[in-house]
């Protein structure tokens, strides 16, 4: 009987109480055909348990240790670990996920399943003072006794991969403040500048005891859509000299907002950062309200005077409460989860019809046809889906 090669089902199956949460719950097993299917890979695991080499067990159980010890360098290694693309470390990392994922789930039950941290995603274009604007914040709430993280996704060069990860050099006060983690991760390539492993970064800072998590992203347009999509509170931050070169990204960006802040508003920048305060608030009226719960606001602020930045998180701190008052962040906790799980399906699903051996034999005959006008692009697609679904059945 072939054996299982893989570590995460082998740990998953061995863990009992983990194994009924994630198989056998009872949302799982409807209707009946569901729940057979579930006992079926139940049977099949219990017939192939196989424990995972010392050193790996070991690794596990260390970092795991370190991370809800709340060591910063087993944090670390546990982000890498996930940013990882080697196949082994990658199943060895959500092997890691599942443990710190029951921590939390089991604290959170302690706290009548509110969530402990928060999350929070910033963006804007460039010159807004993002980097600036997180470390005075961020200061400010390690002062009062908060764990502060911050995921900076610096943008990769398409021709080296490489990336300047120049967030963290920019915030020397916050990088050496012991209640505070940055880390700063290229983007490689992915659309919409946050990595694809930033949703798995987050829930390794939670279980840190991290208690309140930013997301910078490239502000890059779609970059706006997916932090979104990932966090509790989307902040938009705009500088006040911008004017009409702001017009087209507009509309985009502060439907997804939940909080709208005129950045650099200090000196020769307060008149015009409170015109552009007064266009903005103008302007969101005219949107359709993402929440039933709260309205989106426009408030300044200045980094530098630090004029604005209490208020700034009372405005955070008034929405968190709204939301998990009429229940709303949960809401959109589990609504999000199921976003990128799909999000990582398309990846998946895509690499492997990369990769597969009928599609890279005709691939470059296919693009060259393309490139000489040949066949249309909708016809070399048809005919490499039907190569694919051909061989795989």
Same mark, same amino acid.
């Given at each position: 009987?072939?054996?299982?090669?893989?570590?995460?089902?082998?740990?998953?199956?061995?863990?009992?109480?983990?194994?009924? !949460?994630?198989?056998?719950?009872?949302?799982?097993?409807?209707?009946?055909?569901?729940? &057979?299917?579930?006992?079926?890979?139940?049977?099949?695991?219990?017939?192939?348990?196989?424990? #995972?080499?010392?050193?790996?067990?070991?690794?596990?159980? +260390?970092?795991?240790? $370190?991370? %809800?010890?709340?060591?910063?360098?087993?944090?670390?290694?546990?982000?890498?670990?996930?940013?990882?693309?080697?196949?082994?470390?990658?199943?060895?990392?959500?092997?890691?996920?599942?443990?710190?994922?029951?921590?939390?789930?089991?604290?959170?039950?302690?706290?009548?399943? +509110?969530?402990?941290?928060?999350?929070?995603?910033?963006?804007?274009?460039?010159?807004?003072?993002?980097?600036?604007?997180?470390?005075?914040?961020? !200061?400010? #709430?390690?002062?009062?006794?908060?764990?502060?993280?911050?995921?900076?996704?610096?943008?990769?060069?398409?021709?080296?991969?490489?990336?300047?990860?120049?967030?963290?050099?920019?915030?020397?006060?916050?990088?050496?403040?012991?209640?505070?983690?940055?880390?700063?991760?290229?983007?490689?390539?992915?659309? $919409?500048?946050?990595?694809?492993?930033?949703?798995?970064?987050?829930?390794?800072?939670?279980?840190? $005891?991290?208690?309140?998590?930013?997301?910078?992203?490239?502000?890059?347009?779609?970059?706006?859509?997916?932090?979104?999509?990932?966090?509790?509170?989307?902040?938009?931050?705009?500088?006040?000299?911008?004017?009409?070169?702001?017009?087209? %990204? &507009?509309?985009? %960006?502060?439907?997804?907002?939940?909080?709208?802040?005129?950045? !650099?508003?200090?000196?020769?920048?307060?008149?015009?950062?409170?015109?552009?305060?007064?266009?903005?608030?103008?302007?969101?009226?005219?949107?359709?309200?993402?929440? &039933?719960?709260?309205?989106? +606001?426009?408030?300044?602020?200045?980094?530098?005077?630090?004029?604005? %930045?209490?208020?700034?998180?009372? +405005?955070?701190?008034?929405?968190?409460?709204?939301?998990?008052?009429? $229940?709303?962040?949960?809401?959109?906790?589990?609504?999000?989860?199921?976003?990128?799980?799909?999000?990582?399906?398309?990846?998946?699903?895509?690499?492997?019809?990369?990769?597969?051996?009928?599609?890279?034999?005709?691939?470059?005959?296919?693009?060259?046809?393309?490139?000489?006008?040949?066949?249309?692009?909708?016809?070399?697609?048809?005919?490499?889906?039907?190569?694919?679904?051909?061989?795989?059945?």
């Amino acid at each position: 009987m072939r054996r299982l090669h893989s570590p995460l089902l082998r740990h998953i199956a061995a863990t009992n109480w983990l194994h009924h !949460k994630l198989f056998i719950g009872r949302s799982l097993c409807q209707p009946n055909h569901i729940c &057979k299917q579930w006992r079926a890979v139940r049977t099949t695991l219990n017939q192939h348990v196989q424990d #995972l080499t010392g050193p790996e067990q070991m690794l596990v159980n +260390k970092l795991y240790a $370190g991370l %809800i010890g709340g060591h910063r360098a087993s944090l670390a290694e546990s982000i890498t670990l996930v940013e990882t693309q080697h196949p082994r470390k990658k199943e060895l990392a959500q092997m890691l996920l599942q443990r710190v994922l029951a921590y939390r789930k089991d604290q959170e039950s302690r706290n009548d399943g +509110k969530p402990l941290s928060f999350r929070v995603g910033l963006s804007g274009p460039p010159g807004a003072g993002k980097s600036s604007f997180i470390e005075v914040v961020g !200061k400010m #709430l390690t002062g009062r006794g908060h764990k502060v993280s911050v995921l900076a996704v610096d943008p990769s060069s398409c021709t080296t991969g490489g990336s300047l990860m120049g967030d963290k050099t920019r915030m020397t006060e916050l990088s050496r403040d012991m209640n505070a983690f940055i880390r700063p991760s290229p983007t490689s390539g992915t659309l $919409g500048g946050v990595t694809r492993t930033t949703n798995e970064a987050v829930v390794l800072c939670e279980g840190a $005891g991290y208690d309140v998590v930013l997301v910078e992203t490239v502000g890059v347009g779609q970059s706006e859509f997916a932090v979104a999509d990932m966090v509790d509170m989307f902040v938009l931050l705009i500088p006040p000299a911008g004017g009409d070169e702001l017009q087209g %990204i &507009k509309r985009g %960006i502060i439907e997804r907002a939940d909080l709208v802040v005129v950045t !650099k508003s200090d000196g020769d920048l307060v008149v015009p950062a409170r015109r552009i305060q007064a266009e903005y608030t103008s302007a969101m009226k005219l949107l359709r309200r993402q929440s &039933k719960s709260w309205n989106p +606001k426009v408030v300044r602020a200045s980094s530098h005077t630090l004029e604005g %930045i209490p208020e700034v998180w009372a +405005k955070v701190q008034s929405y968190r409460q709204a939301m998990l008052a009429s $229940g709303e962040l949960q809401g959109r906790r589990r609504a999000q989860q199921k976003v990128w799980m799909w999000t990582l399906i398309q990846e998946n699903v895509l690499a492997h019809f990369r990769h597969h051996p009928a599609v890279r034999e005709a691939l470059p005959h296919l693009e060259e046809r393309v490139t000489r006008g040949d066949i249309s692009p909708g016809l070399a697609s048809d005919l490499l889906l039907k190569a694919f679904l051909a061989s795989s059945s």
